[in-house]
């Protein structure tokens, strides 16, 4: 059986610009090589201080933000290379849900 959520190696990284238009300075790392499986009916929580890359992962994972690079399969589909139409129907499929402090 495969995992019904599969993320590879997931990184994304924010460049830091100088000015508006300015040449790149910096890179945050916001996340570096997450890798995970999940099978159906498994329950996954991350969990870490704040500023450490929760939300980002969940927006990666929903693709409402680009990759810097790894992969992301959820039932047999690479989340990566859908269309715009296909990956909204799939999000109806997945959902974040956080916690409120």
Do not use: Y
Not at 4 to 21: G, M, S
Not at 34 to 39: I, Q, R, T, Y
């Amino acid at each position: 059986m495969s995992a019904l959520l599969r993320v590879d190696n997931l990184v994304k990284h924010f460049p830091i610009h100088r000015h508006l238009f300015g040449r790149q300075t910096a890179v945050v790392h916001a996340v570096d090589g997450v890798s995970f499986e999940l099978d159906s009916g498994q329950t996954m929580a991350l969990v870490g201080e704040s500023g450490c890359g929760k939300s980002t992962v969940g927006r990666l994972l929903l693709r409402l933000l680009d990759a810097t690079a790894g992969k992301v399969w959820f039932d047999g589909k690479d989340l990566m290379t859908l269309s715009p139409q296909r990956l909204r129907r799939t999000r109806r499929e997945l959902q974040m849900i956080f916690q409120d402090p």
